[in-house]
Structure formats: structure tokens, C-alpha cells
């Protein structure tokens, strides 16, 4: 994504940013410690950020101590107010008298508030997503929770013995943030090492505590700006009933109940969060959907988080990009159409579901010659278009056939069998699979060679 990039000065540290787009300035204020360089890298977050990019200039930072940004310097106290000056000290550096301030929630939501509470001429509208003023229960707040259920839940997660691969050993993050992908390995594995190269243990443990006990409800009656709170109704991890407060007392805050449990932006039915947010920002829904008719093809690259470790960054970045070589050009051999990348795998689309398969043969052969083992898979069905992503079930579906391929295999379903059956196309009865996430059971077929 093109635009700039730079740091920003505030009270004795630099503040990583990155600003892509054009419109109205939407400045993201993250609901976790990820790294804005890192967001690319997984398929569903790098999806919702393309979306919401579309709505305007869409700027990001690293909170200090996360990424690029400066470490939290020895023996200085970390605040929600030292925070919100590091937010407010990125639109200085971008020259943006008023922003939109988009909030991705939980306790990280105290930053926003606390920047629309004493900087009201600079918030020109607030986005608040799964948030809240007040994570610890209170006296007069029962909406909260226990303060020891919050304080075991942010040590055992930022312990970095703990194993991606174990969600039993305490707390689930994952389970919590984003129920819908947790028995998503893929995501799971991301999440837990996205989150150690982001940031280090003690930085974690220092900027979670700050927010988690931190409690900004005085500050609500202080905020101006047009504001829409937004909350899943099932979740866990942020109450529906801390977003009903929020929107109690902000004066004239619009409050929509989503349906779902994810407290994470980029799991569960992004496109109705979106649709919302869009409304709110243009006054219009949706406007860019259309639905057609395509043939989506996954791509990834088998076993890449193995190989990737075994061969080190400089090498494997030369196998990822004679990779993407090979993918581009088959697909511009078969007619395909580039929708995104997911890191090590390609998602395109095809009029054609003949071509398709062709191309996803095509794909997996000449990856292989040139020693990278690559998977496919395919389905044919409506899909909605927002400029040149794709979304909808036809899009999880091929996602899902992909991932049940064998190295070396293209697998489609029964629908792009059925489609190409007048072709010499030929395929072998893989039998009927479940899809995480997909309803019935699908039968599936393998290329033959």
C-alpha cells in the first residue's frame, strides 16, 4: 500500500506511523499490542484494513514500546494520558487538524476516549468497536470484571513460555479475541508470534496494565464528537454491557448491538462491522458491493512456517518472491485476476472455472520445478466485490478446499467439477469433508496429474 511513513516526536520518545489513502484522515488506535508491520502478513486482518482504507486516509501507529516505535524508556510511568499525546503527537506530525479516531476496543479504548475527551477539536467523529471505559469491576460498576480474573488473564498471556499450540495452559487469548478462527492453527500461530516480535514480554505486561486498570468513565461526558459504539452481542471478552454504558454517556452516541462473539475486528462478519462504520463515516451502506460470479482459487505454500525458520529471512525471501514470479504468471497465462496475497499464498479470481483449473495445475507444477511445494484450491459461486477484494461464503469455501489439499494437489469441490465437466479436465472422488466454519459436508475432488 502506497503513501508515507515516518515517526512522530512525543514527551522523550519516536511514535512509528504509516498513512495510506486519500479522503477523509481515520486514525486507527489498535485494541491490542500487534505491530502495524505485521498486520499485512495475516489474510483476515490484511482484508478488514483494505476496506476500512477505502474509506479514507487511513492512518496507523505503533503504540510506543510496540514495533518501530521507541521503547518505553527505564523508569518513566506510562499513563492513558502520556498515550492519548502519543496519538495526538501522529496527527501533529501529518499536519491533521481533525481526524476520525477509530478505536478497535477493550481496554486499549481508554486511549481513544482520553484523546476525544481533552483534544475535542482534533476528533472530528469517534468509531468505538468493542469497547470500554472500565475493564475491573466497581462498586458502581457491575459491568466489569473481577480484578483477579484480569490480572491472571494478562500475566499468563504474556508469559512467553507459553506454546501456540496449547490453549489449555491458561487463559485463551485467541478463544477470547477471536472465537471464530480459534481452532484455526494458521491464525493461532500468527497471533501468539505476532505478538512476541511486537513487543517484549515486560513492554506487554507495562502497557496491558495501564489500560486494563485503567478507568476514563469521567471522561465520557467530556466528548463531543459524533460517535458510534459498536459491540458483539455474545462477547466474552468485552461485555455488550460495557458497550451500552459507553453509549449511556456519550451525549448522542448511536449504539449498535453486531451480531457474533468476536471482540476482534477481523474475525467474525467483518463486512456487517464495516458496513456500519461506513455508513456512520459516508451516509451511504455498502455502496461499492455488487455480487458476481466467480471461480476463486487459494493458493499457500506447504509447511512455509517450518521452512521459512530452516532457511532464515534472506533465503526465504528469494523463495517467496521466485514464488510469487511463478503465481503471477500463470495467472496472467489463464486469464486469473489478483485479488490479494496472504504471505505465502495467492487469492485470485477467474471467469472461467476450465482456466482456473488450469492455472491452479499450472501453479502447482511449475512451483515445484522450481522446488516449492505449493496446494490449490477451488470454487465456483457469488461473490460480493468491494473494488477488487472479494468476500462472501464462496470465498471461505475455496479458502477451506485449499487447506484440505495434499502437497502437489489441486482440490475443487463439486461445484467446479460439475462446471468444467465437458473439458478434459479429469478428477478422483476425494469423498466428503467438513469445513471449519462452512455448513453440511462437502465433496471434494483431486486434479489428476
Not at 252 to 260: E, K, S, T
Request: glycine share 10%.
Amino acid at each position: 500500500m502506497e503513501g508515507v511513513s515516518g515517526y512522530a516526536r512525543s514527551e522523550g520518545g519516536h511514535i512509528a506511523y504509516r498513512a495510506a489513502g486519500e479522503g477523509t484522515d481515520i486514525l486507527r488506535v489498535a485494541g491490542n499490542l500487534i505491530a502495524v508491520g505485521l498486520l499485512d502478513e495475516e489474510p483476515h486482518a490484511a482484508r478488514y484494513l483494505r476496506r476500512l482504507g477505502s474509506l479514507g486516509r487511513l492512518i496507523q501507529y505503533d503504540l510506543r514500546g510496540v514495533g518501530q516505535s521507541d521503547p518505553v524508556e527505564s523508569g518513566r510511568d506510562l499513563s492513558v494520558e502520556l498515550l492519548a499525546s502519543d496519538a495526538r503527537a501522529v496527527l501533529d506530525a501529518l499536519h491533521v487538524d481533525r481526524a476520525v479516531v477509530l478505536c478497535e476496543g477493550g481496554s486499549f479504548a481508554s486511549i481513544a476516549l482520553t484523546l476525544a475527551a481533552n483534544a475535542p477539536e482534533r476528533v472530528q467523529a469517534l468509531v468505538l468497536i468493542n469497547a470500554t471505559a472500565r475493564t475491573i469491576a466497581a462498586d458502581d460498576y457491575p459491568e466489569g470484571h473481577p480484578a483477579e480474573r484480569i490480572e491472571r488473564f494478562v500475566t499468563e498471556n504474556i508469559d512467553p513460555d507459553r506454546k501456540w499450540v496449547d490453549p489449555e495452559a491458561g487463559a485463551d487469548d485467541v478463544d477470547l479475541t477471536a472465537p471464530s478462527l480459534a481452532r484455526d492453527d494458521t491464525f493461532r500461530q500468527w497471533w501468539v508470534e505476532a505478538g512476541r516480535k511486537s513487543a517484549s514480554p515486560a513492554t506487554a505486561l507495562a502497557l496491558l496494565g495501564v489500560v486494563v486498570r485503567s478507568d476514563v468513565r469521567a471522561a465520557l461526558a467530556r466528548i463531543t464528537a459524533p460517535t458510534l459504539v459498536l459491540h458483539t452481542r455474545r462477547n466474552v471478552m468485552t461485555p455488550v454491557t460495557q458497550g451500552r454504558f459507553l453509549a449511556d454517556h456519550i451525549e448522542g452516541a448511536r449504539f449498535v448491538a453486531l451480531p457474533g462473539a468476536d471482540q476482534s475486528v477481523w474475525s467474525g462478519d467483518t463486512d456487517r462491522l464495516l458496513d456500519e462504520v461506513e455508513e456512520f463515516l459516508t451516509g451511504r451502506r455498502g455502496g461499492s458491493t455488487e455480487r458476481v460470479l466467480a471461480t476463486v482459487l487459494f493458493t499457500d505454500i506447504v509447511d512455509s512456517t517450518r521452512r521459512a525458520a530452516e532457511l532464515g529471512d534472506g533465503a526465504w525471501r528469494t523463495v517467496l518472491e521466485t514464488h510469487d514470479a511463478v503465481i503471477r504468471r500463470e495467472l496472467a497465462r489463464y486469464g486469473g485476476r489478483e485479488v490479494n496475497t496472504t504471505g505465502d499464498g495467492f487469492v485470485a479470481a477467474f471467469e472461467s472455472p476450465t482456466q482456473a483449473v488450469r492455472s491452479a495445475s499450472a501453479i502447482v507444477n511449475a512451483s515445484s520445478g522450481a522446488g516449492i511445494d505449493v496446494r490449490a484450491g477451488l470454487h465456483t459461486g457469488e461473490c460480493e466485490r468491494r473494488g477488487d477484494d472479494l468476500a462472501g461464503l464462496a470465498v471461505h469455501i475455496a479458502a477451506r478446499v485449499a487447506a484440505a489439499a495434499h502437497p502437489g494437489e489441486v482440490l475443487v469441490s463439486r461445484t467446479v467439477r460439475d462446471l468444467v465437466g465437458g473439458s478434459e479436465l479429469r478428477f478422483t472422488d476425494r469423498g466428503e469433508h467438513e469445513l471449519k466454519g462452512i455448513p453440511e459436508r462437502w465433496q471434494l475432488f483431486a486434479l489428476n496429474p
